[in-house]
């Protein structure tokens, strides 16, 4: 089994070479914001397309994991991980 290495660092996450970005998204949200905004923009709108389609929904627990278009970004694939209602979430949730 390969080590698992997690690292956190401040960068554009488009540009990030990797195996895997991970973002969390509240239930409900359908507007994109900050890192996940600049990903969607490069993936030509794709997580927006998602989100918008209901195909994911942030409710708590959800995941869906999504291979981005050759040459869009830098990550081999991304993942969504649904975190709940905003104003249920705490510091023990994240």
Sequence with gaps: MADLKI????????DVVTELLVFQVFEGDTQLSGQLAK???????M????LDNRDFSGRKDEILP?????????????????IGKREEYTLERL
């Design 7 to 14: 690292s956190v660092t401040h960068a554009n996450p488009a």
């Design 39 to 45: 990903v969607n923009e490069r993936m030509r709108g």
């Design 47 to 50: 997580v927006k397309r998602i």
């Design 66 to 82: 999504i291979y981005p278009p050759e040459d869009a970004i830098k990550a081999e694939r991304i993942l969504l991980v649904g």
